[in-house]
């Protein structure tokens, strides 16, 4: 019996599996079918086997895990800053009729407007390097936290906010123990997408600042030598980044929390 | 003497720049424990009054006397059930709902943990005080919401048509355990309903109020033992009267 159950448990495993590689599968297939029969030369389009072992090469002698180190902590950095910066004011705009009335204006227009559209600006106001990245990454990833958090000061239900000044509750409390948490669903959706821009938004900058390390850099450099396994293999890592940012990152958060008080549905 | 008194109480509104006439002139008087329920079609005003008694809108004529003094405001002295479930703190389990307005008044933390299953046990909860909102029914969510306004322990209930979202059968189970509750605290209670057999179980006195502008028609003291039993003709014929009012 318990034999059974496991061998149907283990069954059920490798099924989801399966599932779950079948779409990348049918690319890698497509992917191998173009490097054989389509136009371009192998050295501008690699085969599978050749970005895999370009890739373990690159891990192997370090070179991979330093540049993406150099670009989660700039990433990091960038996003700690936005992200503070967002929650502080769309928590003010969402509280305050006079910072409504002054900052909607404002950030309906900034917010639509891509990050890298102020590149060459950061660049001439904060040089080249690690500054104008980091702060075009934070300035980036600010707007949608702002618009979200707003939102969600916005949304946090009028019978909360009475219920919990009928017992008593002070303006201080009422932010701290009703709004923050009422609005945290609207936050993390905030953060959630602040941290995409600013991980698209760094990448991009990373070719423009001239940063010393980096995967954008890494990228933009192999260019010169037509390294476009070395460029894919890039180009992976990030993918695999921003996904486990959203898997293990976001997810985890909201598992432990909105999920849990039923506040959002997964 | 009257806990609460209302004086001449009115209300008036604009809306869409027309001025609306929500009370007029609503006088009664609440005893210490007694229980009142007021009863009236929608648009009576009963709601605007329950507002009032609670303190989150100001007589425009008229006023409410507490103990005696004039009430300004909200306080800690009233609780409030409201009819929306959402009235909980989803982000809160049912205990540390229950504890929040202990938290507010400073209370350590084993303390209100301690008064927050007591009061949950009274609704016939504590197996459920690590519950949160969403995965209780709506019966038990509107239980955990009587043990939090009972929890800090004003001297005063206010009750909002709280089981007017509940079907028929646990609107019952509720109304036999809010009148053992009412029993074991011994709170005043003003209970606002447009079910009249609801408030002839639950009142010692049913004040009827009519609509437009909202008005107080009649007082009936509902002289009925406890546990009264709605099958029986005397029952009915207060809901008769009652109904003969609205």
């Given at each position: 019996m318990f034999r059974a159950s496991a061998t149907l448990g283990l069954r059920r495993a490798a099924w989801g599996l399966a599932q779950l590689a079948f779409p990348f599968v049918v690319v890698a297939i497509a992917w191998e079918a173009f490097a054989i029969l389509g136009p371009f030369p192998p050295r501008l389009f690699p085969r599978l086997d050749v970005i895999g072992s370009t890739f373990v090469r690159l891990i192997a002698t370090g070179i991979l895990p330093l540049h993406a180190l150099d670009t989660i902590l700039r990433l990091a950095a960038g996003f700690a800053l936005g992200g503070v910066v967002g929650v502080v004011v769309g928590m003010l705009m969402g509280r305050h009729r006079w910072a409504e009335d002054l900052l909607v204006p404002v950030v309906s227009v900034g917010n639509?407007?891509?990050?890298?559209?102020?590149a060459p600006l950061f660049v001439l106001w904060f040089g080249l390097g690690n500054l104008p990245a980091v702060l075009l990454v934070g300035f980036s990833a600010t707007f949608p936290v702002i618009v979200n958090t707003w939102t969600g000061v916005k949304a946090v239900k009028d019978i909360w906010i009475r219920a919990a000044q009928v017992m008593g509750a002070a303006d201080r409390q009422l932010f701290r123990k009703v709004v923050l948490p009422g609005a945290l669903p609207y936050v993390l959706t905030g953060l959630r997408l602040g941290l995409a821009r600013a991980w698209r938004v760094l990448i991009a900058v990373e070719m423009l600042t001239s940063v010393s390390v980096g995967l954008g850099w890494l990228i933009f450099g192999a260019r010169e030598f037509m390294n476009t396994d070395v460029m894919l293999a890039g180009i992976a890592v990030i993918g695999i980044v921003g996904l486990a940012l959203e898997k293990l990152v976001f997810e985890r958060i909201e598992q432990f929390t909105v999920v849990r008080w039923g506040m959002m549905q997964r | 003497m009257d806990q609460i008194e209302l004086r001449a109480v009115s209300f008036e509104y604009t809306a869409n720049g027309r001025r609306v006439?929500?009370?007029?002139d609503v006088a009664f008087g609440v005893g210490v424990s007694e229980f009142v329920c007021v009863v009236g079609r929608s648009g009576c005003g009963k709601t605007t009054l329950l507002n009032i008694l609670a303190g989150f809108l100001t007589p425009t004529k008229g006023e409410v006397l507490m103990d005696g003094k004039t009430l300004h405001g909200r306080g800690l002295d009233r609780g409030v059930v409201f009819?929306?479930?959402?009235?909980?703190?989803?982000?809160?389990?049912a205990q540390r709902n229950v504890e929040f307005g202990l938290e507010m008044k400073g209370v350590p933390r084993d303390e209100r943990a301690a008064t927050a299953r007591r009061f949950l046990t009274l609704v016939g909860l504590d197996k459920f005080t690590?519950?949160?909102?969403?995965?209780?029914s709506g019966g038990m969510q509107q239980r955990v919401a009587i043990a939090r306004a009972l929890a800090y322990n004003p001297s005063v209930l206010l009750m909002d048509e709280?089981?007017?979202?509940?079907?028929a059968l646990t609107r019952e189970d509720m109304q036999r355990l809010l009148a053992d509750v009412w029993r074991e605290t011994k709170k005043t209670v003003v209970y606002v309903t447009h079910n009249v057999a609801e408030a002839v179980y639950l009142a010692d006195r049913i004040v009827i109020m009519t609509p437009h502008p909202g008005t107080v028609k009649s007082q009936i003291t509902v002289t009925l033992r406890r546990p009264r039993d709605p099958l029986s003709i005397e029952f009915l014929e207060y809901q008769k009267r009652v109904v003969a009012d609205l």
């Open positions: 639509p407007i891509p990050g890298l559209a102020y | 006439l929500a009370l007029s009819q929306d479930f959402a009235q909980l703190f989803p982000w809160r389990t690590g519950a949160y909102p969403h995965e209780l709280p089981f007017a979202a509940l079907d």
